[in-house]
């Protein structure tokens, strides 16, 4: 079983930051393949920031872009996603995922298993 606890959401106004964690635990050798989503109210769950756990490389949604930064701590178990330059439009709850294997740095929900409970980010203007 694997499990995924996201955590560091909150509110912040308009150009400030934030960082997102994701403590993973259970079974989790073979899951080479993590992400972040977000959903905001009425809209689809969208991919924002992918990494490949066994090399580190990693892709964006060209709206995080140079603005998000996604990383591991393997000796931690732990994900994260450093949020700088908010905008009102990154308001979601955002949900780390996981997946079996390698899924060429995909943002499509569909291609992970494992999801945690979400955390809700607010960014004010």
């Known amino acids: 079983q694997v499990q995924l606890v996201e955590s560091g959401g909150g509110s912040v106004q308009a150009g400030g930051s934030l960082r997102l964690s994701c403590a993973t635990s259970?079974?989790?050798?073979?899951?080479?393949?993590m992400a972040w989503f977000r959903q905001a109210p009425g809209k689809e769950r969208e991919g924002v920031a992918s990494?490949?756990?066994?090399?580190?490389?990693?892709r964006y949604a060209d709206s995080v872009k140079g603005r998000f930064s996604i990383s591991q701590d393997k000796n931690k178990n732990m994900l994260s996603l450093q949020m700088n330059s908010l905008k009102p439009d990154d308001t979601a709850v955002y949900y780390c995922?996981?997946?079996?294997?390698?899924?060429?740095?995909?943002?499509?929900?569909?291609?992970?298993?494992?999801w945690g409970q979400g955390t809700q980010v607010t960014v004010s203007s």
């Open positions: 995922a996981a997946a079996w294997g390698f899924t060429s740095h995909s943002l499509a929900p569909s291609d992970y298993r494992h």
């Open positions: 259970g079974y989790t050798s073979g899951l080479y393949s």
């Open positions: 990494i490949n756990t066994f090399v580190g490389s990693t």
